[in-house]
């Protein structure tokens, strides 16, 4: 089993590999934008109000640790994740990583779904991908494989959470008499919906890349 990690560092960490995954030119965070990004009200569980100094003191262990590197020679130091090096991943396996680091158990289904609009990932991807990360201790099932509502997480809870986890107070499934198919489309929608979405912000990203390129023509022509 991997060494166990504090909310915040894997809060972090989700953040990290989320915003490497989705934006469209990915740059190292500032440490503005990783407390913003672990704040945000969207695609976390719980939501969280962390500062500065409690996100800068957990940058400082991650790095101790091999898993953040700080980038300096800007404006401001910057972070990024070492993790395909740290624990030797692909990218389907780090974004499902990152999927349940930032919202913690969930069933296979959900987090295939919510994963995918980090790196697009169908069913097949997902079953190689999620039995390689649990022969390896970094994705653990709560209940047994294959039962209805069954939810996984993540291998980097301490083991007093885990006891909490697999004593099914924190495990219920709230949708468990939902129509196991019913369950599975839900959740390819909101996949799609996610992934449409980071999709429009790239499309916009670049967009403004080519004005601010045709504002720059416009006045070299005009000079």
Do not use: C
Not at 54 to 69: C, I, N, R
């Amino acid at each position: 089993m991997p060494d166990p990690l504090s909310p915040i560092e894997r809060r972090v960490l989700g953040v990290l590999v989320e915003k490497a995954l989705t934006a469209a030119s990915p740059e190292p965070l500032s440490l503005n934008a990783i407390v913003t990004g672990s704040n945000q009200k969207s695609n976390r569980d719980p939501v969280t109000n962390l500062d500065e100094p409690e996100v800068d003191t957990t940058l400082t262990s991650l790095q101790q640790k091999g898993l953040v590197m700080k980038v300096t020679g800007g404006r401001v130091e910057r972070w990024r994740h070492n993790l395909y090096d740290a624990w030797q991943v692909s990218k389907p396996e780090l974004a499902f990583l990152a999927e349940l680091l930032l919202r913690g158990p969930q069933t296979l289904a959900e987090a295939r779904a919510r994963a995918s609009r980090m790196e697009p990932l169908d069913q097949g991807t997902v079953s190689a991908v999620s039995k390689g990360l649990v022969d390896r201790g970094y994705v653990i099932w709560l209940n047994p494989e294959g039962k209805r509502g069954a939810k996984l997480s993540h291998g980097f809870h301490s083991p007093e959470e885990l006891d909490e986890l697999r004593s099914g107070r924190s495990v219920v499934s709230t949708s468990a008499e939902a129509p196991a198919g019913a369950m599975d489309q839900m959740s390819d929608l909101q996949g799609r919906l996610q992934q449409a979405l980071a999709e429009i912000t790239k499309l916009q990203a670049e967009v403004e890349a080519l004005r601010s390129e045709m504002a720059t023509l416009r006045a070299s022509t005009a000079a």
